[in-house]
C-alpha cells in the first residue's frame, strides 16, 4: 500500500539523494530536474508525473513503478503502458 501521497506536488529541482520514496503516490507531481541519485522509487505510482530533465535515474531502484503517461528525463511520454528505463 502506499505510505506518502505527494500527488500533484511541486517537486522540480529537488535534491532527493537517497530518498526511500518507495510506494509513494507521485501522480501528477513536478520532478523536473530533480536530482534522485540512489533513491528508492520502488513500486512508486508515476502516472502523469513530469520527470523532464531529472538526473541520475540509473542509480534509482525503479523496481514496480507505475509508468502511465509519465514525461521521462528526456522529454517523452511513456503512453500507456511504457517507462523510463
Known amino acids: 500500500s502506499q505510505i506518502l501521497d ?8 529537488t535534491n532527493l539523494r537517497e530518498a526511500d520514496l518507495s510506494y509513494a503516490n507521485l ?4 520532478l523536473s530536474y ?4 540512489m533513491s528508492n522509487l520502488s513500486y ?3 502516472s502523469y508525473a513530469n520527470l ?14 507505475t509508468w502511465h503517461y509519465t514525461i521521462c528525463p528526456d522529454g517523452t511520454n511513456t503512453g500507456e503502458s511504457g517507462s523510463c528505463v
Request: hydrophobic share 45%.
Open 6 to 13: 505527494l500527488s500533484n506536488a511541486n517537486l522540480s529541482h
Open 27 to 30: 501522480s501528477h507531481a513536478d
Open 34 to 37: 530533480a536530482w534522485f541519485l
Open 44 to 46: 512508486t505510482d508515476l
Open 52 to 65: 523532464s530533465n531529472a538526473t541520475n535515474l540509473f542509480s534509482v531502484d525503479l523496481t514496480g513503478v
